[in-house]
């Protein structure tokens, strides 16, 4: 015997309730899409030349910072919120202005730049010349429910011409009371310039 269509739906309703009630049980501070944010989030480096300041050199002197592969979740403007190791969802309202790997690139160039004094380039401005190059995937850059914190997990690799690979894995957390656009913003800016910090104190070694 079939069932009637009316309580067929009623089933389907109630299936898609209980599934998004992990979603539902962060009180509203996430969302999977909606209007347009208020505000456009980005990230400022702590460490940055002064103004008017130069640096020259030949490109076999400069550093390379490439742009930072990513996982699925962060080749995108929203900001993560990792419920699971198997669900995400996003903060409500928080927008980056550029992608993640972008922005976070922004602040190493800018950071490697004020720390070692040298030319910082991005790829594209090299050409066929190759000196230092510091690439690396990020792997975390959102907020993660277990921890209560924002989390950026970023494994960096130095390459220099005719010396061996290096490769090493950074990370910080800060533990934050509001998940809100300017909370995380401005949480996941502090522990990014951190981890920039520390990358650019390692490859300089």
């Given at each position: 015997m079939s069932h009637h269509p009316t309580s067929q739906m009623r089933r389907t309703l109630v299936a898609l309730i209980a599934s998004g009630a992990a979603v539902l049980s962060l009180g509203g501070c996430i969302s999977l899409g909606g209007k347009a944010p208020a505000q456009l989030l980005t990230l400022t480096a702590d460490a940055a030349p002064n103004a008017g300041s130069m640096a020259q050199s030949t490109v076999r002197d400069a550093i390379i910072v490439e742009?930072?592969?990513?996982?699925?979740?962060?080749?995108?403007?929203?900001?993560?919120?990792?419920?699971?190791?198997?669900?995400?969802?996003?903060?409500?309202?928080?927008?980056?202005?550029?992608?993640?790997?972008?922005?976070?690139?922004?602040?190493?160039?800018?950071?490697?730049?004020?720390?070692?004094?040298?030319?910082?380039?991005?790829?594209v401005e090299t050409g066929s010349e190759r000196g230092m190059m510091l690439s690396g995937q990020l792997l975390r850059f959102g907020y993660d429910q277990g921890l209560g914190a924002v989390v950026v997990r970023f494994d960096a690799v130095v390459r220099n011409p005719g010396a061996p690979l290096r490769k090493q894995r950074f990370e910080a957390s800060e533990q934050i009371g509001a998940v809100d656009a300017v909370t995380v913003g401005a949480a996941l800016n502090r522990t990014a310039n951190r981890v920039a910090a520390d990358v650019a104190a390692w490859s300089a070694g």
């Open positions: 742009v930072p592969t990513v996982e699925r979740t962060l080749d995108q403007v929203r900001v993560p919120v990792h419920i699971s190791d198997s669900a995400v969802a996003y903060v409500a309202d928080a927008v980056w202005a550029d992608k993640p790997a972008r922005l976070f690139r922004g602040v190493l160039a800018e950071t490697l730049a004020a720390k070692s004094g040298r030319l910082v380039l991005d790829q």
